[in-house]
Every structure is written in structure tokens, then in C-alpha cells.
């Protein structure tokens, strides 16, 4: 048996990890690169090793750095399985044909502006072709088993986000796990994840490898930053994750409304995405922390904006108001259209509640560049930029240590860390080599390990 790393090593995004035995080829997350132009660029590139030809994916969760590139395979001919859990495939249901439309229509814009150095700019893959692969996915539940071929999977909770999973693989007495992406152990909405079951291998998350989650109250930094921001008279524009994040933070604003700690301002849900997932999190809350009622009162006390008449008449809101709004790297999604009106307004606010990967408008944004490149324009960013910590769905290096002593890896275990930054790789590392036995690596891209 061997396994090659395609993606999400040496780098936090493009998770694919091809597992192959004589007889049957498996990828294991099948993510899009994101961030820098040169990452994304591999989206582009002949598919590796034939991988459209194998013969199932199993995914670790949702997020399209570990599923959105499926589609992709399809277009080339994939027409395997797509194995994951159902509140996996209820989400994939929602994200990879969102993600085909946003394509679709950056493409459309670039060519209409002639912002693109192409001629024709064209979209990755689009809404049909999105819509097309969901036909191959097939969910599962957590522990139940199955089998490709001659290799034995079942899959564990691991927090992180709403069907969010550690997988195990098995073949001939070698037992392979993938970690996916680690949720922490006191998140305010999904549960801890799994401690892991005995494993001769482990591929694991490190995206908070050189960092400690904040131990300041993220209930008051938000209740700070509303605040501010509503005594300034501005907007608080929270650019989110439609998956996990937009649902945990429309749950704390609301809550802190009723509470009185901060005051009951209009608060705008614009992405129709996250308004989708919101619905499919109060459809599974037996998943997550958060009550049927809870669920339900964020529902009430939230506007959502559906349609782009919608979007846009919040223009016409006064202020202060709240918008939360996609994508939560900054990158694209509607969140882009207020940063137009407001980003140059002192009063107003940019809060930024989850990890900024290299290279995108968040990540700049939040160094303090003074302006930013929006369709093709440079933008003044007048307004305060502020982060609230605490609210990862990854936990840190401390907690995966935690989880790790957990878990019944014997001593001798080999670690090989993906999904990280070179620093949180290299930091991981050096934290796990002082604090356990394992046999720690950092995974290199197109690295091939043959186990025994």
C-alpha cells in the first residue's frame, strides 16, 4: 500500500491524498487550492496521477479545500462514489454549486471589465457541472463501516464543522488515519471531536501549529466591536464562513442582544449560502451544541437577504447596522459590494473571525495594508480593521497535543502533518517531538510513502 500527497502538504489548502493497494486507488479529500495565484494555479493543471480515474473519494468534510474540487474530476470522468457523511453531503449539497455560480460569475465580470489578462476568462467548473457531481455522493454515518475494494474505512467525529470527520483506513493490518480538520474541545457550537482509535498512521491538521487560540472572552471582544462601532454610528462589516461561522456568530450576536450587552441593531445574513446552511444546521442540531430553540431564535432575529435586490437595498439601511456577509476571507461573495460603500467610511467597522490564508484580501487587510485591489480598483481602507480571535474551528497545537494523548496511538506511531503553513508545520513538529514519542514528519507535496 502507499499514499501520495496531492495537495494540503507544505501549504493549508487543496487537501487530496491518493491511497492506493494493488488492486484499488482511493483519494481522500479532494480539495481546491486557494490563496496565492501560484496555489491556485494548480487547480488548473493535468489532473496528478490519473486521480479522475479513481476508484472512490472518501471526504473528511465539506469545506471546498477538501471537497471542491470534485467537480473538476467529474468534468474529466470521474463517476465513483463520493463517500462522507450526511451532514458532509447535505453541505456539499449547498457549497460546490454555489461555488460554480460564484465562478461563473467572476468570469462573466472579468470579461465584461476586461479584467483579465485572457481573452475568454472561464470558470473552473459551473453550476450544471457542480450540480452534475453531487449525483456521487453517498453518505454515511460515523462508525459505520465499508470498503473499497480491499481497503476498510469508517469515519469519527472530529468537531470542526457540521458532518465533520477523522477517517480510518485499513488494509492487510495497516490502519491509516486521516485527522481532517480537528475542531477544539470547548467550541461554543460543535461538539469535541473523537479521540482517535489505535492507528500505525496518522496524517494531522496543523493550521494553528505555531499559535494558541486567545484566552480573552470572545463573547465581550464581539460585544466590544459592536459596541464601538454602533456608538461611531458606522457599519460592522463581518465578512464569514458560510459554513459554521456565519451560524456561531448569528447565534452569539443574538444572544447578546438578549442579554443587553450590546444594542438591538438591525443584523443583515447576506449569503444565500449561509442562509441555507444555517436552515441545514437547525435541521441537524442533534450535531452541534445548539438547541432546536436556540436554532430558531437566530432564525427569527436575523433579516436574510435572499436575492441581489435584497443585498442591494441594504445600501439604503442608515446606520449602524450589522452585515454578515460571504466570503470570510474576504476573496469574493457579496461582502465585496459593501466594502465598496463603507470600506472608505472611518465610522464603520471590518471584523475579520477566522483564520486569513496567505495572500488573500483578509490576510492583507488585517497587516494593515492602507488599501486594497477590488475588481480592479484600489480601494482606501478608512475603516477599522479588527479581528476577533477565539472563534477557530482548529484547535491549536496545545489542544491537538491534548487530543493526541487522548487517542490510543501506540508510542511508536508516525505523524505525518499536513494542512499548514510552513512555520505552523515546522512548529507542530518541534511541539510534538518535545511532548510525545510519535515519529513526527512534515509531509512534502507529491511525497510518496509506502507502508509495509
Not at 449602524?320 to 470570510?328: K, V
Not at 518535545?434 to 512534515?442: L, P
Amino acid at each position: 500500500m502507499r499514499l501520495t500527497f496531492l495537495g494540503g502538504s507544505e501549504t493549508v489548502t487543496g487537501s487530496k491524498y491518493l491511497l492506493e493497494t494493488e488492486t484499488t486507488r482511493v483519494l481522500i479529500d479532494c480539495g481546491l487550492f486557494q490563496g496565492y495565484k501560484w496555489l491556485r494555479r494548480r487547480n488548473w493543471e493535468p489532473v496528478p496521477l490519473g486521480i479522475n480515474e479513481v476508484d472512490a473519494i472518501v471526504l473528511t468534510h465539506a469545506h471546498l479545500d477538501h471537497s471542491g474540487f470534485v467537480p473538476v474530476l467529474y468534468s474529466q470522468g470521474f463517476r465513483g462514489r463520493v463517500y462522507a457523511h450526511y451532514g458532509t453531503v447535505g453541505l456539499c449539497q449547498i457549497l460546490w454549486p454555489d461555488s460554480g455560480r460564484i465562478q461563473e460569475e467572476d468570469a462573466k465580470f472579468y470579461k465584461k471589465h476586461q479584467l483579465s489578462k485572457h481573452d475568454n476568462p472561464r470558470a473552473l467548473y459551473d453550476e450544471a457541472t457542480a450540480e452534475q457531481a453531487l449525483t456521487l455522493l453517498h453518505g454515511i454515518e460515523y462508525d459505520k463501516r465499508f470498503s473499497v475494494g480491499d481497503i476498510h474505512f469508517y469515519l469519527q467525529p472530529a468537531g470542526h464543522i457540521l458532518g465533520a470527520a477523522s477517517v480510518i483506513a485499513e488494509h492487510d493490518g495497516v490502519r491509516i488515519g486521516f485527522s481532517g480538520d480537528v475542531g477544539r474541545p470547548h467550541d461554543i457550537l460543535m461538539q469535541p471531536p473523537r479521540p482517535l482509535p489505535e492507528v500505525d498512521y496518522l496524517l494531522l491538521e496543523s493550521t494553528y501549529g505555531d499559535r494558541r487560540h486567545s484566552e480573552e472572552d470572545p463573547w465581550q471582544q464581539l460585544a466590544d466591536v459592536v459596541n464601538e462601532t454602533a456608538a461611531s454610528g458606522g457599519v460592522l462589516m463581518i465578512p464569514s464562513f458560510a459554513v459554521g461561522r456565519a451560524q456561531l456568530l448569528q447565534h452569539m450576536l443574538i444572544t447578546l442582544m438578549q442579554e443587553d450587552r450590546i444594542p438591538r441593531l438591525p443584523i443583515f445574513l447576506d449569503s444565500p449560502m449561509a442562509i441555507s446552511v444555517s436552515e441545514l444546521y437547525s435541521e441537524h442540531h442533534e450535531y452541534h451544541r445548539l438547541s432546536a430553540a436556540q436554532c430558531h431564535a437566530a432564525e427569527q432575529g436575523i433579516i436574510y437577504t435572499h436575492s441581489v435586490e435584497e443585498s442591494k437595498a441594504i445600501a439604503s439601511q442608515g446606520a449602524p447596522h450589522i452585515i454578515i456577509a460571504g466570503s470570510g476571507m474576504a476573496t469574493g461573495g457579496r461582502i465585496l459590494h459593501h466594502f465598496k460603500r463603507w470600506l472608505g467610511d472611518h465610522r464603520s467597522t471590518v471584523l475579520f473571525s477566522g483564520h486569513q490564508a496567505g495572500g488573500t484580501r483578509g490576510a492583507k487587510m488585517v497587516q494593515g495594508m492602507e488599501r486594497i485591489k477590488l475588481h480592479g480598483q484600489w480601494l482606501p481602507v478608512k475603516a477599522r480593521v479588527r479581528v476577533l480571535d477565539g472563534l477557530s474551528g482548529h484547535a491549536d497545537y496545545v489542544e491537538i497535543g491534548d487530543w493526541l494523548k487522548q487517542s490510543a496511538l501506540p508510542a511508536d506511531a508516525k505523524l505525518f502533518l499536513v494542512h499548514g503553513e510552513p512555520d505552523a508545520l515546522e512548529a507542530q513538529a518541534d511541539y510534538l517531538k518535545q511532548t510525545t514519542s510519535y515519529d513526527v514528519n512534515v509531509a512534502g507535496y507529491r511525497q510518496v510513502l509506502h507502508f509495509d
